[in-house]
């Protein structure tokens, strides 16, 4: 089992910064990737970023230039720096954590509970 844990939402004006952090706990697993997503009422979780093993990094077109991933997987850590947040940014963000479970002998991957970011003057 693999346990997830995000923190660094709140309420920020538009224009602001927000920093979130994820870290990911666990025996048995091997971490090949970790990343964010977020997730309106009503709406389906999307991907905003993410981030290998090797350090190759994705990005949704909608937060490209102004979210940067970061982190060291194999210190299971990962960081989004979100600069120049607008109003639609206001979502519940995720913590994603993919990789090998040994128990398991099989690729899976675990969620955390997620953190609140309001963009809101």
């Not at 995000?6 to 004006?13: F, I, N, R, W, Y």
């Not at 093993?53 to 077109?61: E, F, K, L, Q, V």
């Not at 979210?67 to 979100?82: C, E, H």
């Amino acid at each position: 089992q693999v346990q997830v844990v995000e923190s660094g939402g709140g309420l920020v004006q538009p224009g602001g910064s927000l920093r979130l952090s994820c870290t990911a706990s666990g025996r048995g697993f091997t971490i090949v990737a970790m990343g964010w997503y977020r997730q309106a009422p009503g709406k389906q979780r999307e991907l905003v970023a993410t981030i290998t093993r090797g350090g190759s990094t994705n990005y949704a077109d909608s937060v490209k230039g102004r979210f940067t991933i970061s982190g060291d997987i194999t210190k299971n850590t990962v960081y989004l720096q979100m600069n120049s947040l607008k109003p639609e940014d206001t979502e519940v963000y995720y913590c994603n954590v993919g990789g090998y479970s040994d128990f398991h002998d099989q690729v899976m991957d675990y969620w955390g509970k997620g953190t609140l970011v309001t963009v809101s003057s």
